[in-house]
């Protein structure tokens, strides 16, 4: 039996998350772009959205969302990131150390 082939939104997410630098630069455009939204729905647009209620809750609501995505993906890096180092701590006490009990006696 056959697998479906994975949705495109999927294989374009497992790219971002797998990549550092791609994950940081998604992350930077999307916190420039909660700022953005976050200056002129204060000011601008302060007046136009308190006489639109729906628009109101979509505008503050997307500005939300896209917060949310930035603290997600944030602490998706940090761990990401704290993982890496672990992963190669082990491998340069592999490399420095001949025996387990000499790299823990040391570190």
Known sequence: MSEKPAPFI????KGILRD????RTV????????LALLGVGAM???AW???HSILFLL???ACLWLTGTSLLLALYDLLAVRTEAARERQRLKGEVFESEEEGDRFL
């Open 59 to 61: 505008y503050w609501g």
């Open 49 to 51: 959205l308190s006489q």
């Open 20 to 23: 550092r630098q791609m994950r």
């Open 27 to 34: 992350l930077f455009w999307i916190f420039v772009a909660t």
């Open 10 to 13: 999927l294989l374009i997410t």
């Open 44 to 46: 601008p647009l302060d």
